[in-house]
């Protein structure tokens, strides 16, 4: 084989039609080998010096090469670990703009640059090749970009319902036609499946990591997984056990599938840092190809900046960085099909040396760019680093998950003192946080339960975690859940705690419906999914994880009360408001009411009584569309309501209680009482 000089642009590998194009930044090396292999990823066919270099692109061109061939690149440089640099070209490097991947990934100690048995670990230099035990980086040709084809869903705000699930732990144990669907991306496509989610009425599936990654070597060590996939190795390729074969451009068939059911598709991506952990960690890709460049460092240059929590930072604040998020970002929406993404710990993308920037480049390349500003752009608004905790300062346009409604709903049904205040102001939207800043209600995420805690069943049935699985000693894990037991720790046969958990599990779905803003529900939780207590499931691929299909009569209930409460939210355009609603002087605008369970407004002493436990949610609407009545009873007993006596709405309609076998009218008058039971919530409509 021979090799010129090639183009700079694009990075990665672009096929031509008479060969292909190798790209690289790399701004410190002295010499890159380009490494191809065989179609499997096994054998060394060729190895090949980059000939082309300007400033910190190498490149060079290969005339006539077979399109089916893997790669991987040896980097040459200083392995000066005291100055940042950590080159070693006895490890075969994965692009990072690799689109698909060959081959299987194999921990073994060969994969660390330095001698693991010297006791100068990470300063001591290691020869020992990795190759056979790498993953290598498919050439992929793509099909035109087919921009015309992408759904405009940036303002699907007002009755998006977000379903965030895990690929494998969703589709394992599903039925399906197609059995070899099970576990992967086609599952997702299958006709029971798209039965199943457009029967629940959800809009939005987020997909937990797709990326390709790896198990992190403490977990290898432990026989364990990462089951959740938050250890990025390729920002540009599927995971290839989530592929139903080996070609990563069946994903964007996959994803029009989808799409042809009427539902969106987001990405959970992590460009916070990646598998290759702090300097005792792995010589993979970014820390070979130009370690200085790609991860922020400390002030000893030996050692990474921890803001993530994961070992290692990528270095956001240099413009190369910037540059292959926002490639990565462009090749899943132009090239894959995917309507947005869900940026973990994204407090990284805006950090500067100084802190967070909510004007940071990356923030503003993303805001500027034609194809980007078109997608749904969502924040988790914190990292652990100093100044991490962000909620509230992201661009206009971007959701954020908000926290703080989470653990301010669980601290309300748990029965928590003085709390009614702040639970008011999450069903509002979260207004004190987002309205300030120019923001809109369905920019605040609204979840209770997510991946990463304990599932809606075990909310309401764990008083404390129970991790030992996990092989941390329990001490993993969120340690305040704002939980509660429901007087029995863990699974049980008490007709009374079962009663009280079901009822629980109900009331804060209804709040999760009803409150302004954008809903996320955990899958699962609409079917009573337990964890068994465990709060930090990330290493458990087993069915400690996996979706049970076979659901007792107390679970179908449930089901389709969550079936029933969504069906609601996208029927009533009050529960999805574009804007804020404050109380307003004339009858003839939008107003949000807050009364008490007498039937009157709610006075300032009425906000600070601590042992509250009763509350009234009146959203009015404008001549010729309903108002709607939220009542909220948390108490441990029944409770009787007086309906406020309103000229405007003479006359309610039961819409919805999350009591299963509340004793209620079909409608009441105003002014009239309503009795009801304890831990529920209740939804009245009323005609102009």
């Known amino acids: ?97 690799a689109k698909g991947l060959a081959g299987q990934f194999k921990w073994t100690q060969k994969h660390f640059g330095y001698d693991s048995n010297s006791p100068l670990k990470d300063l001591s230099f290691s020869s020992r090749d990795n190759a056979n035990q790498m993953v290598k980086a498919r050439i992929i040709d793509p099909p035109m970009q087919r921009l015309s084809e992408q759904r405009d869903r940036r303002f699907f705000t007002g009755n998006r319902v977000v379903y965030e699930l895990h690929v494998k732990g969703f589709t394992q144990k599903l039925e399906l036609k197609n059995d070899t669907a099970r576990g992967n991306l086609a599952a997702l496509a299958e006709p029971e499946t798209l039965s199943y989610l457009r029967s629940l009425g959800v809009t939005s599936l987020e997909l937990l990591p797709v990326h390709g990654f790896i198990n992190d070597y403490f977990l290898h060590q432990r026989r364990l997984t990462n089951y959740w996939g938050y250890n990025s190795l390729a920002f540009f390729a599927p995971h290839q056990a989530y592929l139903p074969g080996t070609d990563p451009l069946v994903f964007r068939a996959i994803i029009d599938r989808i799409h042809d059911a009427g539902l969106e598709v987001i990405l959970d991506v992590v460009y916070n840092h990646t598998a290759e952990s702090d300097q005792l960690g792995p010589t993979l890709s970014m820390r070979g190809i130009d370690n200085n460049l790609y991860y922020r460092l400390a002030a000893d240059k030996r050692h990474y900046v921890n803001d993530t929590g994961c070992g290692n930072t990528l270095n956001v604040d240099h413009p190369r960085v910037v540059q292959l998020i926002m490639d990565s970002l462009r090749y899943w929406v132009s090239v894959q099909g995917v309507d947005g ?31 980007l500003n078109q997608v749904l752009m969502i924040a988790e608004p914190w990292d652990i680093g100093p100044g991490g905790y962000q909620l509230g300062a992201f661009p206009q346009g971007w959701l954020e998950w908000n926290d703080r409604y989470r653990d301010c709903v669980r601290r309300f049904w748990r029965g928590d003192a003085g709390v009614i205040p702040e639970f008011a102001r999450r069903l509002h939207g979260s207004a004190d946080i987002f309205e300030g800043r120019r923001r809109r209600p369905a920019e605040s995420l609204n979840f209770i339960t997510s991946h990463d805690g304990f599932t809606l069943r075990d909310l309401v049935s764990y008083q404390h975690r129970h991790n030992r699985a996990n092989g941390e000693h329990n001490r993993d894990g969120h340690h305040e859940n704002f939980s509660s037991n429901s007087g029995h720790e ?65 679970q179908h209930s ?106 209620l009218q079909s409608d009441y008058a105003a002014g009239t009482n309503l009795s009801l039971p304890a831990h529920s919530a209740i939804l009245l409509s009323a005609d102009r």
Request: aromatic share 10%; proline share 7%; net charge negative.
């Open 558 to 663: 449930l089901l389709g009360f969550v079936r029933d409460l969504i069906a609601i939210r996208a029927d009533q355009p009050l529960l999805g408001c574009p804007d804020y609603i404050h109380a307003a002087a004339s009858h003839e605008e939008r107003a949000t009411l807050w009364f008490t369970p007498n039937g009157q407004l709610m006075s300032d002493s009425d906000w600070h009584q601590p042992d509250l436990a009763q509350l009234g949610y009146l959203l009015r609407g404008k001549p010729g569309e309903p108002s709607l009545y939220i009542l909220f009873n948390r108490a441990e007993q029944e409770h009787v309501f007086r309906l406020p006596a309103l000229d405007y709405a003479p006359h309610w309609r039961l819409a919805i209680c999350s009591a299963p076998n509340a004793k």
């Open 1 to 97: 084989m021979q090799i010129e000089r090639g183009a700079l642009y694009p990075l990665g590998a672009t096929p031509l039609d008479d060969g292909v194009n190798f790209a690289l930044v790399s701004e410190h090396a002295s010499r890159v080998e380009l490494c191809l292999y065989d179609y499997e990823g096994k054998t060394e066919v060729a190895r090949l010096d980059l000939p082309g270099r300007d400033g910190d692109l190498w490149h060079g061109f290969v005339p006539g090469l077979d399109k089916r061939l893997t790669y991987g690149y040896r980097v040459y440089g200083p392995y000066e670990p005291e100055l940042g640099h950590r080159f070693n070209p006895n490890k075969l490097l994965l692009d990072p703009y």
């Open 341 to 371: 993404f869900r940026f973990d710990l994204a407090s990284i993308l805006g950090r500067r040396q100084n802190g967070f920037d909510p004007h940071h480049p990356l923030l503003q390349a993303i805001a500027q760019d034609p194809l």
């Open 490 to 554: 863990g699974e049980t046969n008490k007709i009374e705690v079962l009663q009280r958990r079901d009822a629980l599990q109900r009331a804060l779905l209804m709040t999760l419906m009803l409150s302004q803003g954008t809903p996320m529900v955990l899958a699962g939780d609409e079917r009573g999914r337990t964890q068994r207590g465990n709060n930090n499931a990330y290493s458990q691929d087993n069915e400690l994880n996996w979706l049970d299909w076979d659901l007792d009569p107390q």
